[in-house]
Nanobody
């Protein structure tokens, strides 16, 4: 089982910034990738950013390109999401995930508990 500690969500005004972090621990032999989804009320969960663990390759949803930056700390099994120039439409619950190989050599995707991000004046 993989556990997560997510932090950094909150309320911020339009144009502001937030930094989310997500630390994974538990039954992890290695990590393939980590990333972030978000889900706004009444909408489907969407992938907004992901990063591969060894090479650090990144990809972003078009809606956040140029405003959000994903990064990682391999030693801490932690992924970050720096969010700048925030808009009201960025309001959502943000979920981190990790694609890992467990110590039992099983590949799984695990999810964090989610953190609320609200953009409002």
């Amino acid at each position: 089982q993989v556990q997560f500690v997510e932090s950094g969500g909150g309320l911020v005004q339009p144009g502001g910034s937030l930094r989310l972090s997500c630390a994974a621990s538990g039954d992890i032999f290695s990590i393939y990738a980590m990333g972030w989804y978000r889900q706004a009320p009444g909408k489907q969960r969407e992938l907004i950013a992901a990063i591969t663990w060894s090479a650090g390759n990144t990809n972003y949803a078009d809606s956040v390109k140029g405003r959000f930056t994903i990064s990682r700390d391999n030693a801490k099994n932690t992924v970050y999401l720096q969010m700048n120039s925030l808009k009201s439409e960025d309001t959502a619950v943000y979920y981190c995930y990790a694609d890992v190989l467990t110590t039992g050599r099983v590949s799984i995707r695990s999810w964090g508990q989610g953190t609320q991000v609200t953009i409002s004046s």
